[in-house]
């Protein structure tokens, strides 16, 4: 059990199911006292009956103010789960662009522009960004998507670098995979890249409360992104031919 969650005032967006509602129980699992957020209100609902939590349905933008009331007054840990898995390229439409970057970067940016000031004033708190190995990386087939998951690790980094001494603790989680609504939307594409080793979203809980009793910044569920991680800095020209070559037999599959 993590010491650090025990007794603490958690918020999970996107907690109906999926990774989301596998953090939830982890955390109240662990003696938090837990806000479920979700857009679908039923799920948000069930998970919160399940756990002993609160439900707050509704846009993940907007929660924080209703969360803090909810849990006596302060939140202790964020995590910004919501995600948007929008697939495309170049040309999927600047509506489905802006709606991306709204939910996987805006979304976090407005969190934390409500909760820093009170984290900054008590010198702690706990912001949990759920990523992608896509945003180390990338995925094929998912421009927005990428592009947007790019983003949110570069907000959730530069909140790290930023704060750390004033007492705020960052955790970036990027899995490949996750066995999930999302993944079996992803199509031909992620039946190609993500199923083959694609985990539960238990062991992304896992992680995480491993990474934060380590106090890491980057949660890799699947240890083997951090080499490919390397591989795309060290000789980025190799890692894109490599990529290439992935985009090339999924174009030949479709």
């Not at 129980?25 to 039923?42: E, H, K, T, W």
């Not at 707050?56 to 006596?72: F, H, I, Q, T, Y």
Request: hydrophobic share 50%.
């Amino acid at each position: 059990m993590v010491q650090a969650v025990q007794g603490a005032g958690v918020v999970v967006t996107g907690a109906g199911g999926g990774i989301g509602a596998a953090l939830a129980r982890r955390f109240a699992a662990g003696g938090a006292r837990v806000v479920v957020n979700d857009l679908d209100a039923v799920r948000a609902a069930a998970v919160a009956e399940e756990i002993g939590g609160v439900a707050l349905p509704g846009d993940a933008s907007a929660v924080v103010a209703e969360a803090r009331d909810a849990l006596g007054g302060a939140v202790d840990v964020y995590c910004a789960n919501a995600g948007l898995a929008s697939g495309g390229s170049e040309t999927a439409g600047e509506e489905v662009w802006a709606r991306a970057w709204d939910v996987n970067v805006m979304a976090h940016v407005r969190a934390a522009e409500a909760l820093l000031p009170a984290w900054l004033e008590r010198g702690e708190g706990r912001f949990v960004s759920t990523v992608s190995a896509a945003g180390l990386l990338t995925m094929i087939g998912a421009a927005p998507y990428s592009v947007t998951k790019h983003g949110a690790y570069a907000f959730a980094e530069w909140l790290s670098l930023t704060y750390r001494h004033r007492g705020i603790k960052v955790h970036a989680i990027c899995p490949q995979g996750v066995r999930t609504d999302m993944l079996a939307a992803t199509g031909s594409a992620g039946d190609l890249v993500l199923q083959p080793t694609a985990i539960e979203p238990e062991d992304v809980a896992d992680a995480l409360f491993a990474g934060i009793e380590e106090d890491r910044f980057l949660i890799l569920p699947h240890p083997e992104v951090a080499g490919f991680y390397q591989a795309r800095a060290t000789d980025p020209d190799r890692w894109l031919t490599n990529m290439n070559h992935l985009q090339r037999k999924w174009e030949e599959t479709r």
